[in-house]
């Protein structure tokens, strides 16, 4: 089992609607959640972090814990096509208190103008 | 966000080269930093993890003699690939993290520009 699994897409969506990537984790004592961008030929660039259950909002891009479900969500609202890109979804790992993140596979987000 | 210089952007070498990687926080120290590789529309894959002042943590199945990890500074860690291969051919990533008021307890990374490696 990945420990940390997105489904790879790609996902269509059209300019203005809202796109919604998901993102499930298998190690429970996981307590910070990352959400980075990365455009095609580029490095990874961060988005979001989420640490509690609930909602985290900044501008049109909203984060969603739910750490009994082991489930992580990123909504972008009002979608542009320079939101074409793949979310890689990113958790960190607490086994050997090292820091490290496991990040899926990412979400490859097609937006249509 | 915080900023990490990577250089050089790309390499181009002749097999059996080495090629040496250097990763840089610019507005803060970084305790650690990591290095990535990433094949072509697949997700990163975490080399070694390298703590400033001491040995880098190689992940499963990385070659400690192959990819060679210092980091001397809290501002520099440095990757060099040795006797390059066409195989070692990938996009090379670094972040770095820690350092940074709560940034060390938030795991929060922030990414290099990354340096793609192309060995004839």
């Known amino acids: 089992q990945k420990e940390v699994e997105q489904n790879s897409g790609p996902l269509s969506v059209p300019e203005g609607a809202i796109a919604s990537l998901n993102c499930t984790y298998s190690?429970?004592?996981?307590?910070?959640f990352f959400w980075y961008r990365q455009y095609s030929g580029k490095s990874p660039e961060l988005i979001m972090s989420i640490y509690s259950n609930g909602d985290k909002e900044d501008g049109r891009f909203t984060a969603q814990l739910n750490k009994a479900s082991q489930y992580v969500s990123l909504l972008i609202r009002d979608s542009q096509p320079s939101d074409s890109a793949t979310y890689l979804c990113a958790v960190n790992m607490i086994a050997d208190s090292s820091y490290k993140l496991i990040f899926g596979s990412g979400t490859r987000l097609l937006v249509r103008p | 966000g915080a900023v990490v210089s990577q250089h050089p952007s790309r390499v181009i070498c002749k097999s059996g080269t080495s090629v040496k990687i250097e990763c840089r926080s610019l507005?803060?120290?970084?305790?650690?930093m990591f290095w990535y590789r990433q094949f072509p529309k697949k997700s990163l894959m975490l080399m070694a993890t390298?703590?400033?002042?001491?040995?880098?943590?190689?992940e499963q199945g990385v070659e400690k003699d192959k990819f060679l990890i210092n980091h001397a500074s809290l501002t520099l860690s440095t990757l060099t690939v040795t006797s390059a291969h066409p195989e070692d051919s990938s996009f090379y990533i670094c972040s770095a993290g820690g350092g940074l008021a709560g940034f060390r307890a938030k795991n929060i990374q922030y990414f290099g520009a990354g340096t793609r490696l192309s060995v004839l």
């Open positions: 390298s703590n400033e002042g001491s040995k880098a943590t190689y």
């Open positions: 190690d429970r004592g996981s307590q910070s």
């Open positions: 507005d803060f120290q970084a305790t650690t």
